[in-house]
């Protein structure tokens, strides 16, 4: 079987999906399978060096209308054509004759396009884009969500036969793992301003609304009154307001951001925090979440849709408004270690489901059932 994969425009820096779509191509390349991996080409957004944003509405002209027509091409040699990531579903449209499967990660934007409330607000040129989105996942053979959760979005707002919707979880697309002690500070020995050997509890994610950092803060601020601990913030560096909010909480001085964290680096915070605290308002998955629990690291999250489905009763789970609660659970799993590491075992064997070959045998599964009625 021969799978042409479509990824990302690189110049858009999505990088949880560039590691999916490099997860598929490795997985099934180990499986045998003759694979194809081809993204929207960087030509005419290199006319604009250094002119932002000009290089954005250049890299429409890259996507939109050079790369169709090199898909339309490409697509003839596959059996079936795997588009990775829902956000580049308009190309369903240009494969041909050739079964097309869209992994949907979340339509969190499409919902927010549509009115929703999931802290994903639409600009015009937004709620454009995200039409085009839903009409490609219409185009699309099979739509294989990441979640239920997810899936029950793509049923409400793509529908179409049951048969062509599947839920296949997330795998882990690093294998994150439990490492010794001495390898966790030698890694984390170059972190400005973190005492990796203090209590920390680390959150990993972004500034969006929907990843509300603003409830790590607050919580963390409440248990910092009764506990010597330390806040660790891993991934985009904070914005004007979270900074202004951390001075408020009069938290500064025990508070570390990791810019952009190395995967050896996240590894080795996640081997050495107290718990990843990870209170989302709205996700399709979580994969912190699995990569914490890879490490031995408990999770402390709230009863968002996906994670009833990710984490079940291996985390500690509360309403996304519970900030006391959260604030408690941080203090209790501080101070009882008996209890800390129940839920290390816990979510050490829950994150043994999220094998990258077990996803890969069920994507091949649904290939097979769908590139044989081409």
Not at 338 to 363: C, D, H, T
Request: glycine share 8%; proline share 5%.
């Amino acid at each position: 079987m021969k799978i042409l994969l479509i990824g990302n425009y690189l110049s858009d820096g999505q990088e949880s999906m560039q590691r999916f779509t490099t997860l598929m191509q490795d997985g099934l390349t180990r499986a045998g399978y003759r694979t194809k991996l081809i993204r929207p080409p960087e030509f005419i957004s290199r006319l604009s060096p250094g002119l932002k944003g000009l290089r954005k509405w250049l890299g429409y002209v890259d996507k939109f209308v050079i790369f169709p027509v090199l898909l339309r091409a490409a697509a003839r040699w596959a059996d079936i054509v795997h588009i990775c990531d829902h956000s580049n579903a308009s190309y369903a449209r240009w494969v041909g004759m050739t079964p097309c499967l869209v992994t949907c990660h979340d339509l969190l934007a499409v919902r927010g396009a549509l009115g929703e409330q999931t802290d994903c607000p639409a600009s015009r040129t937004g709620r454009y884009l995200q039409q085009w989105i839903v009409q490609g996942l219409r185009s699309a053979t099979v739509l294989v969500s990441v979640s239920t959760a997810t899936s029950l979005d793509v049923e409400h707002i793509v529908g179409g036969p049951a048969h062509t919707r599947k839920v296949v979880l997330n795998a882990l697309n690093y294998p994150y793992q439990r490492i010794s002690r001495e390898e966790s500070l030698g890694r984390l020995s170059q972190v400005a301003q973190l005492e990796p050997t203090k209590p920390f509890v680390l959150h990993v994610g972004q500034n969006q609304a929907r990843k509300n950092r603003g409830g790590v803060i607050r919580a963390f601020a409440r248990a910092s009154r009764e506990i010597d601990c330390r806040l660790v913030l891993a991934g985009q560096s904070l914005s004007p307001e979270l900074q202004e909010l951390i001075r408020a909480e009069g938290i500064a001085d025990r508070v570390t951001v990791v810019i952009k964290p190395s995967n050896e680096v996240l590894e080795a915070l996640y081997n050495m925090a107290l718990a990843l605290f990870f209170p989302s308002r709205y996700e399709g998955f979580g994969w912190p979440i699995i990569e914490a629990q890879a490490c031995g690291c408990p999770v402390i999250c709230s009863r968002c849709a996906p994670f009833s489905e990710v984490v079940g009763s291996t985390g500690i789970t509360r309403e996304v408004d519970d900030e006391s609660g959260f604030a408690a659970d941080i203090v209790r799993l501080a101070r009882d270690a008996a209890e800390r590491e129940a839920w290390v075992g816990k979510s050490l064997e829950n994150a043994a489901r999220f094998n990258p070959e077990q996803m890969i045998a069920r994507y091949v599964d649904v290939y097979r059932e769908f590139a044989k009625r081409r």
